[in-house]
């Protein structure tokens, strides 16, 4: 079975600094991989997703990805941060089980922009 | 669109009681999945269901049942609730294909059991 881990529960930063949320997983075999933002009180939307091609991947909001097989990492940056990003990002991987696709996510990272 | 819909938003029940939560996508997405998200643990499937009239269980089943009579609907019941159930249910909904594979989540429910 496939598993995701995050490796910071809690991320503070200052506004503008960069940010970098880590997300390991295991494998097998090829993988999709998907970041998906939390903000409170709502449900989750997609920031981006690696299926093939490029390993740098950009997404919504400013946010990018770098999938690395190698260390099989799929890490979340953005060069500088608002305010407005203060949310929980989860890292999810597919998992073709019984013929059906299933993601498996993330125990979550909280992210808190302070100004 | 109005994409994930989940009824109810809030809900307060006690130990032993029942309900149903709906969750409707008017994307004609084919696969349709029930979470639970709970403190420091992410999301965690519960059940799910790769077309009309058909479910599977997921990571953590135990005392949830499902039903999809139609496409566009997946409902999760719970026959006896308990306090371990308390949480924030969400519903997300898919394509079957992996090229366009992409999960579309509801606003949740969120539910107290006492």
């Known amino acids: 079975a496939q598993s995701v881990t995050q490796l910071d529960s809690q991320v503070p930063v200052f506004e503008e600094a960069p940010v970098e949320l880590r997300c390991n997983y295991s494998?097998?075999?090829?993988?999709?991989l998907f970041w998906y933002v939390q903000y409170p009180n709502q449900g989750l939307q997609l920031l981006l997703k690696y299926l093939s091609g490029s390993t740098l991947v950009k997404g919504i909001n400013g946010f990018e990805a770098e999938f690395n097989k190698s260390q099989t990492s799929f890490h979340l940056r953005k060069p500088s941060v608002h305010i407005s990003d203060t949310a929980e990002y989860f890292c999810?991987?597919?998992?073709?089980?019984?013929?059906?696709?299933?993601?498996?996510f993330g125990k979550g990272t909280k992210l808190t922009v302070n100004p | 669109n109005a994409g994930v819909t989940q009824t109810p938003k809030f809900r307060v029940l006690k130990t032993g009681q029942s309900m149903t939560l709906l969750c409707a996508q008017d994307?004609?997405?084919?696969?349709m999945y029930w979470y639970r998200q709970d403190p420091g643990m992410g999301l965690r499937l519960i059940h799910y269901?790769?077309?009309?009239?058909?479910?599977a269980k997921g990571e953590v089943p135990d005392g949830y049942n499902v039903s999809r009579l139609k496409k566009q609907n997946f409902l999760l019941g719970l026959e006896s609730a308990a306090p371990s159930q308390t949480s924030v249910y969400f519903c997300?909904?898919?394509?079957?294909?992996?090229?366009?594979?992409?999960?579309?989540f509801g606003p949740g429910t969120r539910l107290t059991v006492l």
């Open positions: 997300a909904s898919s394509y079957w294909d992996r090229a366009r594979h992409e999960q579309f």
């Open positions: 494998s097998s075999v090829s993988v999709y």
């Open positions: 999810a991987v597919s998992d073709l089980m019984g013929g059906s696709e299933k993601l498996v």
């Open positions: 269901s790769v077309g009309e009239g058909t479910t």
């Open positions: 994307m004609n997405h084919e696969y």
